[in-house]
Nanobody
Framework: VQLVESGGGLVQPGGSLRLSCTAS????????MSWYRQAPGKARELVAG????????NYADSVKGRFTISRDNAKNTVYLQMNSLKPEDTAVYYC????????WGQGTQVTVSS
């Protein structure tokens, strides 16, 4: 089982990034998928989640209107489009798969700085 995140990097405030998380080793389409983040010295927090078919999403208040979660079950991939990035969005971003079991990716660093 693997969840592999990609797309992180350094971006200026106001910029955009798109994170991807590609799954293997389990039936991706029956898992609820979510993105979490953890900033230095802080607890890991939920950023966004998406239902198995993609029809339902939810977001942390801090990212509503700026971030969009989506998924492509044919590609076993979940995405996080991040726009209007702020320095406080700086964190390691993780994807998580939830069903009868729970899987985490290894994380990808996002740094928002001028």
């Amino acid at each position: 089982v693997q969840l592999v995140e990609s797309g992180g990097g350094l971006v200026q405030p106001g910029g955009s990034l798109r994170l991807s998380c590609t799954a293997s080793g389990f039936t991706f389409s029956i898992y609820y998928m979510s993105w979490y983040r953890q900033a230095p010295g802080k607890a890991r927090e939920l950023v966004a989640g998406i239902s198995r078919a993609g029809g339902s999403t939810n977001y942390a208040d801090s990212v509503k209107g700026r971030f969009t979660i989506s998924r492509d079950n044919a590609k076993n991939t979940v995405y996080l489009q991040m726009n209007s990035l702020k320095p406080e969005d700086t964190a390691v971003y993780y994807c998580k798969a939830t069903n009868d079991r729970l899987y985490w990716g290894q994380g990808t660093q996002v740094t928002v700085s001028s």
